[in-house]
Each structure stands twice: as C-alpha cells, then as structure tokens.
C-alpha cells in the first residue's frame, strides 16, 4: 500500500522536477542521543536560546498559528544541516510539492541549492493516508497497523538516504486526537541519529492542535504574533528536556533572507493586518 505519493519502493522523492532514487547507505550516526552544539537552525537568536539541548533521537515540536513562520523555521533548520552535510528531508502533509519548491526558492538563504544538489528530499502523503485514518475511526484496531506501516517506511526511506534531520509539516494530517496514539506515533518518529522535527497548528491547546502532542515532544518552540502592523513575530522556547536553555522571546520578521532579527530590519509598515481603506485627507 503506497503511503506517500513516492517511489523508492513506496516512497518518490521530489528533486528538480524528476524522480531521483539515492541509496547512501546507512546512517553514519551511531543512534546515540550527543549533543550537537549550539547550531541548530543557523540564526542566532535562536541558536542561543536552545543552546546545547537539541540531541539526536528525539522529536521536537514548532507550535504556532497560520503565518507565523513555522515552515520558513523548519526551512532554516534543514538548509544549516545540509551546510554542515547532514541530508534532510521533509514531508509535506498540506501543501502541493510544486508550490513548496517554488516557496522556499524565493528565500535567499539557499533552500533551492541544496534542494538541487540532493541535500533536502521532499515527500508528499498520498490520499491513501487519509483513508486508512478513516478506517480506523470506525475500527480501532487498526491503529497499531497504521502507526507501524507509516512508521516503517518513513524509517527504511531515513535509513537509505543517510538523512540526519527530519521535517513533518504539519504533523496534524497523520494524527488522530486520542493519547494513547498520539504518544506511539510520536515516539515512532524519534528516529535513532536522526533530529526530528515536527510542526503543528494550534487549537487544543497554545502549542498543538489537540493539546496533547506537547506531553510527547521532547522540546517545543512557539511561535506567536507581537504586531500584526510591523509583521513581527516572536519565538518562545517553552519546553527542552536534557538542557539548559534561554526562555527569553525572540522577536523577528520574515523577509526574502528568511527570519531576521526584528531589530536588524527596516522599519516599515506591514499590509497585514493594517486598513484598506484611508480617509482623503491623509493622502492630499
């Protein structure tokens, strides 16, 4: 049963508008849980507020609403691994691989580069994914089925394309909203050697959407709105298990250079948010 709209066996990876199939090998990571030092996501303001408590093996979450930069972040992270050599890859649940491609080339910061080069996969879910959620809505039995065929492939496709950091974008589409699946979906993909992240809109709860994906993510960032007016954003670290680290906001924009400092960026007026409409007088 095909869970991705991919081939490698299962699994078809989106790389300069055709169908390339890598096998590297194994993951050179030893599955061990070492910190990595403090150059996560390549921005500063960031790196300094998680410090040294990112580690191989475990799942951390972006939580935030529509807007806030969530993909742009996860962007970022896995553009500064490909920088270091460390391959990528993200699945995309919610938005069409050619308009992802097309997004994330605008930014100047060199997505489409390692994009070309085959640093960074991209994988879409196929509409089978919704389907056998559907089945399992009706049949609960099914979910441990579901969870080690989703599971399994996305570990045989990490494996062989020696990829070291790992996107979900969003996380949602392949949640249902029950604990006990939630927390063995999540585990599932805390892959041995490998950061993965996931992102997640928020409903439930200030972070997630169902409220519970939080309680299994070994660390959170949030993501929030400060002023619609000027597009400014902040980025709050509310959660890192095996670490220090600063929860100080870090407030920022997002520009063709990806996310900036607020600080570093020109002051203007954002269309976000602001009027469209302006009395005469102001225009005369």
Excluded: C
């Excluded at 409220?211 to 954003?233: P, Q, V």
């Excluded at 902040?234 to 900036?260: C, E, L, Q």
């Amino acid at each position: 049963m095909l869970l991705f709209d991919v081939t490698w066996d299962t699994l078809n990876i989106f790389n300069n508008n055709r169908y390339i199939i890598t096998m590297e090998g194994d993951n050179s990571a030893d599955g061990s849980s070492s910190l990595l030092g403090n150059s996560i996501f390549g921005i500063e303001g960031i790196d300094n507020r998680i410090g040294n408590s990112i580690k191989k093996g475990n799942l951390y979450m972006i939580g935030g609403k529509t807007g806030v930069g969530k993909t742009t972040t996860s962007l970022h992270f896995l553009v500064n691994g490909a920088k270091k050599g460390e391959k990528g890859a993200i699945i995309l649940t919610d938005t069409r691989p050619t308009e992802f491609i097309s997004n994330s080339s605008s930014f100047s910061f060199g997505f489409e580069t390692y994009y070309k080069g085959r640093m960074i996969e991209i994988l879409e879910l196929s509409e089978q994914i919704m389907e056998m959620k559907y089945e399992i809505l009706s049949n609960r039995k099914e979910e441990n089925k579901f969870i080690a065929e989703i599971t399994t492939e996305i570990r045989e496709f990490v494996k062989a394309n020696n990829v070291s950091r790992f996107v979900i974008d969003p996380v949602t589409p392949m949640l249902i909203g029950e604990d006990d699946f939630i927390n063995a979906m999540m585990n599932a993909f805390a892959i041995p050697g490998v950061i993965t992240l996931v992102t997640s809109n928020v409903r439930a709860s200030e972070v997630s959407f169902f409220g519970i994906e939080e309680y299994y993510s070994s660390g959170i960032i949030k993501l929030e709105f400060a002023d619609a007016t000027y597009g400014t954003r902040t980025m709050s670290i509310i959660k890192m298990r095996g670490g220090s680290y600063d929860p100080a906001p870090f407030n920022y924009i997002i520009t063709n250079d990806g996310i900036v400092p607020a600080e570093e960026a020109p002051v203007s007026p954002s269309s976000i948010g602001s009027s469209i409409l302006r009395p005469i007088r102001d225009i005369v």
